[in-house]
């Protein structure tokens, strides 16, 4: 089954340390990932993509993401954390080709501590 | 530029009562997504419309739910008959390519509560 999880429903960070989000998937064909943040009260926002071609993405505020195709993995890193980026981070996979539909984990929250 | 809008922004309704929640993409935009957000349960797929194909339908939760999509623009969710399970914040995202992985641009949601 094609599928793709967020394992951490939380993340603590203290400001100024590196951040990790991480998120792993389950596809067929060549995987086309996303991530995508949400802060309170606000809609979701694109950070970045890995579509082909380096497996480190530079995204939006900061933001990078490894794609590692033996692990499966595609996680969201940042070097040094800012309250600021305290929301909700979705990982989104295609299922599959041929089709332009999306599967999005579970989310995790991030919290960014002062 | 303007970006997705959905309306209304907040539904409050009884069980048994039809919604219609409605969707209006990035002007230009070929590519239509309808999801459902669940506290907890992250974004789930319902329908997508991409240019003048076929809708893929393969999220809809049950045959309560349907959506259309008129002139390549607008869309509109439909619930018949709500139960309290179709609670949720229901979110509408648009993309600008037919093909390819495109980014999608999504609005605020309409949050749903049935009672």
């Known amino acids: 089954a094609q599928s793709v999880a967020q394992p951490e429903d939380q993340v603590n960070v203290a400001e100024g340390n590196p951040l990790t989000v991480k998120c792993t998937y389950s596809?067929?064909?060549?995987?086309?990932l996303f991530w995508y943040v949400q802060y309170p009260n606000r809609g979701l926002q694109f950070l970045l993509k890995?579509?082909?071609?380096?497996?480190l993405v530079k995204g939006s505020y900061g933001f990078e993401a490894e794609f590692n195709k033996s692990q499966t993995s595609f996680h969201l890193k940042k070097p040094s954390a800012l309250v600021s980026d305290s929301a909700l981070y979705f990982c989104?996979?295609?299922?599959?080709?041929?089709?332009?539909?999306?599967?999005f984990g579970t989310g995790t929250r991030l919290k960014v501590l002062a | 530029g303007a970006g997705v809008s959905q309306s209304p922004s907040n539904k409050v309704t009884e069980k048994g009562k039809d919604v219609e929640l409605r969707c209006d993409p990035i002007?230009?935009?070929?590519?239509l997504y309808w999801y459902r957000q669940s506290l907890g349960q992250g974004l789930e797929f319902l329908i997508y419309?991409?240019?003048?194909?076929?809708?893929?339908k393969s999220g809809l939760p049950s045959d309560r739910f349907s959506a259309e999509r008129t002139g390549g623009s607008v869309s509109t969710l439909t619930i018949q008959r709500t139960q309290q399970e179709d609670s949720a914040v229901y979110l509408c995202?648009?993309?600008?390519?037919?093909?390819?992985?495109?980014?999608?641009?999504f609005g605020p949601g309409t949050r749903l509560l049935v009672l």
């Open positions: 890995y579509i082909t071609g380096d497996n």
């Open positions: 989104a996979v295609r299922v599959g080709s041929g089709t332009y539909k999306y599967i």
């Open positions: 419309f991409q240019g003048n194909s076929a809708p893929d």
């Open positions: 596809v067929s064909g060549n995987p086309y």
């Open positions: 995202a648009s993309g600008e390519r037919a093909i390819g992985p495109s980014t999608q641009y």
């Open positions: 002007s230009g935009h070929t590519a």
